[in-house]
């Protein structure tokens, strides 16, 4: 009877799992993807915060207008003109200079006088700041991080630079209504590195910190007064 020999098993640990080299490989590849992806993921990091920066910008300018118009915020300063010609509102306002650098007491305090009367708007009480300003705007605080202030190193304060005009000179008198101008900006674009601007708003697609020096948001609108009437309302769009 013929007897077989069995085929020897062979050994499979020369032949199990990752060389060294097949390991090195596998960590290139995931480096040079990690390096090739990590921008996006900045990218989209960095625009997710900005979309954010601009939803808080809309409710800042959201707040003061709402506050303007229901009495507790007291009006900006009023510029008067005479001047005529199509969209010269818009250019008016439109060309009103970027605030100036640096914030200096303002706090986010919104509240009237015992007689009702609303708070002079060079109190700081009143939510606006003593500096900067100048005679055709003001700057009002929305304090995002409730520290009762808005300062540069804040991430989430934002400023209301306001701005009122009526088409007569009649004097400043906010009962009769007149048109609004508002840009809303950065606290962190104050910090006195940059020149603030007033042109164009920040893009929300963007990468790294955002556009600190421009304006989150630019609108203007229409603010009606207890004497405001028919022939104020058509004076503001001759």
Known sequence: MMKLNPTPMRSKSSEAGF?????????IVVGILIVAIGPVIALSAATRIQARRTEWATQAARTYLDGLRGGAIAPPPIQQTNE???NRHIDILKDIAAPGAGLNNC??????SDNGNAIDNTDSRSGYCTSPRAANYALYCVDGDNTNTCTPDSMKDFLVQASGL????LGGDATRGYLLGIRVYRADGFDGTIALTNSEPAKTFTGGLGDKAAPMLITITEVTGSNTTYQNLKDQYQ
């Not at 706090?107 to 009237?112: G, T």
């Not at 009526?166 to 000179?169: E, V």
């Open 19 to 27: 060389t060294i080299i097949e390991s090195l490989l596998a960590v």
């Open 84 to 86: 005529i010609g199509k």
């Open 107 to 112: 706090q986010s305090r919104q509240q009237r």
């Open 166 to 169: 009526q088409f007569d000179s």
